[in-house]
């Protein structure tokens, strides 16, 4: 089972892409998926996060108002809308999966996804 990302690339700031997330492999169910990026010399960091459940999603500061997170359970797919874009948001972007059912507060932590796939890179021109 693997995760793969697509839809990352250059962007000028103020400017907007969105990335896409699919499984491939064998079926499997998620509780939650994310998104999670990690730039150049520093550790990786939650971005978005959707749990199933009641479809809630969560977000990190840094993108609130910024960032929009989409998908589908069934499919186990997600997106991730970014719009205005910062130089600050240059980084690999990567989509994970949980198949346990964490708490909420646990989701914003990647040692709680199982699945993950290989990142796509975004940079942002200033």
């Known amino acids: 089972v693997q995760l793969q990302a697509s839809g990352g690339g250059l962007a000028q700031a103020g400017g907007s892409l969105r990335l896409s997330c699919a499984a491939s492999?064998?079926?499997?169910?998620?509780?939650?998926m994310a998104w999670f990026r990690q730039a150049p010399k520093k550790e990786r960091e939650l971005v978005s996060g959707?749990?199933?459940?009641?479809?809630?999603?969560f977000n990190a500061d840094s993108v609130k108002g910024r960032f929009t997170i989409s998908g589908d359970s069934a499919k186990n797919t997600v997106y991730l809308q970014m719009n205005d874009l910062q130089f600050e948001d240059t980084a690999v972007y990567f989509c994970?999966?949980?198949?346990?059912?964490?708490?909420?507060?646990?989701?914003?932590?990647?040692?709680?996804?199982?699945?993950w796939g290989p990142g796509t890179p975004v940079t942002v021109s200033s």
């Open positions: 959707i749990r199933w459940s009641g479809r809630r999603t």
């Open positions: 492999g064998r079926t499997f169910s998620s509780y939650a």
């Open positions: 994970a999966a949980t198949t346990v059912n964490y708490i909420a507060s646990a989701l914003y932590s990647e040692r709680s996804y199982d699945v």
